[in-house]
């Protein structure tokens, strides 16, 4: 068994114990031991061989027992117990929104069933609103999460593939005789996720660098392995390719491996029109005379009559066609980036003082920074009450001094956006701010009616700025609000008020479809990093790529502006 079979293993165990109703310390542990083994750099059965499972993070005496069990013989006689207590499909509704394992375990006993598809035909039969604690909203909700669950792609979080390939491509870089590597597919146009991960290398010989490859480290197994092209399966389970070209034809083979599709159905027609045929390897000439080599990518596009275009790009929403126009936007850069308008600090949920939060920033070159710790509502992150901000307020004064001009600190607040439409705080308070940032972080799965409206009011109060993470969604566990986004654009239109890309690779909402529309129509975009911890401020870039492949430049984004346009901006 691999990592990822061990892990899934403690998971299901953790699952069901909890639906049995164990006690949560012991829950706990295997779900730490699950995460261990997730994360571990090498098998698990390498630790096993060598007599050391329990130098594992998380694995004591009674879960190293268990590993040993399951390398031994593929099995778990505790597991097949609790099956036989807890039926395992059970742990399949933990994924539904709303229900927890001990509500799973009464509905299971109360009616007999143990299946999603059971549960979705007692919801729609409106069999479980007579349960104590449920009703017909508790039915709508059950039958929308597993509607969702069925939508969910399996494909991988952008924050999860891109260091990873990051991480592989540098380890091929130092092998012998490569020239180059790079990332391919959906992961080099920085989409928010992405299917296996492709990498591209240049160089004359193939053969050091499959070895290399299948002989990374966390490697579970090899897929394939060939001359040009190999495959592997980490012990996360994801599945990672390799294919090594000949330097001379890197470019056409990076911009074939690319894509999208539909981006180089268009390069492949400009290529016909121009006498040439256009494949992964070479632009040769139709009439079988003659064939063009482009070592890179820059060759590819000038050889068709166009200037390079900014993989982010490459989805064939009229970048071909503005290239050809010589029309293509100076996309924004992550150098650009000046402010950054969401933060949070131990005043709320954050892990760092507002001083060493803002000292990071301006580290990382932020002129601008604003506190933007919870509002009182949202009581599981220790929301700040009026008067815990205004303590706020003279603490900013106090490290605003220690800074001087290093970087400036806005006092602002990450208000919510509660389920009756409101705003947590009165609109006097709010005026006193330098920056409000209204969320909806609950209640996501009202009516879209009713949630639309929640967010058009937020855009309608004078006194608020950003709408921040306007969906509310979480990449891949839960889908953003049913929002009416035609109806919220122009809104955000008629008001001024900015929509932000939260950078947060879970998260990377406003989506680029829409920022794009955003741009169309005028209206301001915040990139921000929603920032908890210091490296928190490194996932600006991912905010960056969203915002890249919905064609934004540097003056579309007010985190790009001047300082003092910016706080003109917030005076308006």
Same mark, same amino acid.
């Given at each position: 068994?691999?990592?990822?079979?061990?892990?899934?293993?403690?998971?299901? %165990?953790?699952?069901? =114990?909890?639906?049995?109703?164990?006690?949560?310390?012991?829950?706990?542990?295997?779900?730490?031991?699950?995460?261990?083994?997730?994360?571990?750099?090498?098998?698990?059965?390498?630790?096993?061989?060598?007599?050391?499972?329990?130098?594992?993070?998380?694995?004591?005496?009674?879960?190293?027992?268990?590993?040993?069990?399951?390398?031994?013989?593929?099995?778990?006689?505790?597991?097949?117990?609790?099956?036989?207590?807890?039926?395992?499909?059970?742990?399949?509704?933990?994924?539904?929104?709303?229900?927890?394992?001990?509500?799973?375990?009464? %509905?299971?006993?109360?009616?007999?069933?143990?299946?999603?598809?059971?549960?979705?035909?007692?919801?729609?039969? &409106?069999?479980?609103?007579?349960?104590?604690?449920?009703?017909?909203?508790?039915?709508?909700?059950?039958?929308?999460?597993?509607?969702?669950?069925?939508?969910?792609?399996?494909?991988?979080?952008?924050?999860?593939?891109?260091?990873?390939?990051?991480?592989?491509?540098?380890?091929?870089?130092?092998?012998?005789?490569?020239?180059?590597?790079?990332?391919?597919?959906?992961?080099?146009?920085?989409? =928010?996720? +992405?299917?296996?991960?492709?990498?591209?290398?240049?160089?004359?010989?193939?053969?050091? $660098?499959?070895?290399?490859?299948?002989?990374?480290?966390? $490697?579970?197994? +090899?897929?394939?392995?060939?001359?040009?092209?190999?495959?592997?399966?980490?012990?996360?389970? +994801?599945?990672?390719?390799?294919?090594?070209?000949?330097?001379?034809?890197?470019?056409?083979?990076?911009?074939?491996?690319?894509?999208?599709?539909?981006?180089?159905?268009?390069?492949?027609?400009?290529?016909?029109?121009?006498?040439?045929?256009?494949? &992964?390897?070479?632009?040769?000439?139709?009439?079988?005379?003659?064939?063009?080599?482009?070592?890179?990518?820059?060759?590819?596009?000038?050889?068709?009559?166009?200037?390079?275009?900014?993989?982010?790009?490459?989805?064939?929403?009229?970048? $071909?066609?503005?290239?050809?126009?010589?029309?293509? @936007?100076?996309? %924004?850069?992550?150098?650009?980036?000046?402010?950054?308008?969401?933060?949070?600090?131990?005043?709320?949920?954050?892990?760092?003082?507002?001083?060493?939060?803002?000292?990071?920033?301006?580290?990382?070159? %932020?002129?601008?920074?604003?506190?933007?710790?919870?509002?009182?509502?949202?009581?599981?992150?220790?929301?700040?009450?009026?008067?815990?901000?205004?303590?706020?307020?003279?603490?900013?004064?106090?490290?605003?001094?220690?800074?001087?001009?290093?970087?400036? $600190?806005?006092?602002?607040?990450?208000?919510?956006?509660?389920?009756?439409?409101?705003?947590?705080?009165?609109?006097?308070?709010?005026?006193?701010?330098?920056?409000?940032?209204?969320?909806?972080?609950?209640?996501?799965?009202?009516?879209?009616?009713?949630?639309?409206?929640?967010?058009?009011?937020?855009?309608?109060?004078?006194?608020?700025?950003?709408?921040?993470?306007?969906?509310?969604?979480?990449?891949?566990?839960?889908?953003?609000?049913?929002?009416?986004?035609?109806?919220?654009?122009?809104?955000?239109?008629?008001?001024?008020?900015?929509?932000?890309?939260?950078?947060?690779?879970?998260?990377?909402?406003?989506?680029?479809?829409?920022?794009?529309?955003?741009?169309?129509?005028?209206? @301001?975009?915040?990139?921000?990093?929603?920032?908890? =911890?210091?490296?928190?401020?490194?996932?600006?870039?991912?905010?960056?790529?969203?915002?890249?492949?919905?064609?934004?430049?540097?003056?579309? +984004?007010?985190?790009?502006?001047?300082?003092?346009?910016?706080?003109?901006?917030?005076?308006?």
């Amino acid at each position: 068994m691999n990592n990822k079979q061990l892990a899934d293993t403690f998971t299901l %165990i953790a699952n069901l =114990s909890e639906i049995k109703g164990e006690i949560i310390y012991k829950t706990l542990a295997y779900r730490k031991a699950s995460e261990s083994l997730m994360s571990l750099g090498r098998e698990a059965s390498e630790y096993w061989k060598e007599g050391k499972l329990e130098e594992i993070p998380g694995v004591g005496k009674a879960i190293s027992e268990k590993i040993d069990e399951l390398l031994n013989t593929g099995k778990l006689e505790f597991l097949e117990k609790l099956k036989k207590e807890v039926p395992p499909s059970l742990a399949d509704w933990l994924q539904v929104p709303g229900l927890g394992p001990k509500k799973i375990a009464f %509905i299971w006993k109360t009616l007999g069933i143990t299946t999603l598809a059971e549960l979705e035909t007692a919801a729609k039969n &409106e069999k479980l609103r007579g349960l104590p604690g449920m009703g017909a909203k508790s039915e709508a909700a059950i039958i929308e999460g597993i509607a969702s669950l069925a939508r969910r792609s399996g494909r991988i979080p952008l924050g999860r593939a891109y260091p990873l390939a990051r991480e592989i491509i540098g380890q091929l870089k130092k092998v012998k005789g490569v020239v180059e590597a790079e990332p391919a597919g959906s992961l080099r146009r920085m989409r =928010s996720t +992405v299917g296996d991960l492709d990498i591209l290398v240049a160089a004359k010989d193939s053969s050091a $660098v499959m070895e290399a490859f299948v002989n990374l480290r966390g $490697v579970s197994r +090899v897929l394939g392995k060939g001359e040009m092209k190999a495959s592997i399966e980490f012990t996360d389970g +994801v599945r990672a390719q390799v294919w090594v070209h000949p330097p001379e034809k890197f470019g056409t083979a990076l911009q074939y491996a690319t894509g999208s599709k539909d981006h180089n159905v268009q390069l492949r027609q400009l290529a016909l029109d121009k006498g040439l045929s256009l494949s &992964e390897h070479s632009l040769t000439k139709t009439s079988g005379k003659g064939e063009i080599l482009c070592a890179t990518e820059e060759q590819v596009y000038k050889t068709l009559g166009l200037p390079w275009v900014p993989p982010e790009l490459r989805e064939d929403r009229g970048e $071909v066609q503005a290239a050809r126009a010589n029309k293509l @936007p100076k996309l %924004i850069e992550l150098k650009d980036i000046k402010a950054d308008l969401q933060v949070h600090s131990t005043w709320s949920d954050g892990k760092l003082s507002m001083l060493e939060m803002a000292q990071a920033a301006a580290k990382r070159g %932020i002129k601008v920074i604003a506190f933007t710790d919870h509002s009182v509502s949202l009581g599981v992150t220790g929301g700040l009450s009026m008067d815990a901000h205004k303590k706020q307020a003279a603490e900013i004064k106090k490290i605003q001094k220690q800074l001087g001009d290093s970087i400036l $600190v806005l006092h602002a607040s990450e208000v919510e956006i509660k389920a009756d439409g409101t705003l947590d705080y009165p609109d006097e308070f709010l005026a006193g701010l330098d920056l409000v940032l209204a969320s909806m972080h609950s209640s996501l799965r009202q009516p879209r009616e009713k949630v639309t409206q929640r967010v058009i009011n937020a855009i309608r109060n004078p006194h608020v700025d950003i709408i921040g993470h306007p969906t509310g969604r979480l990449i891949p566990d839960r889908e953003g609000a049913d929002l009416d986004m035609d109806a919220i654009l122009n809104a955000a239109a008629e008001s001024g008020v900015a929509l932000e890309i939260n950078a947060h690779p879970s998260r990377l909402d406003l989506d680029d479809v829409y920022a794009r529309r955003a741009k169309d129509m005028g209206i @301001p975009i915040s990139i921000n990093t929603d920032a908890h =911890s210091e490296g928190d401020f490194d996932m600006l870039f991912y905010g960056v790529a969203t915002a890249r492949r919905a064609w934004l430049t540097k003056n579309d +984004v007010i985190n790009c502006w001047p300082t003092d346009k910016l706080l003109k901006w917030l005076k308006r």
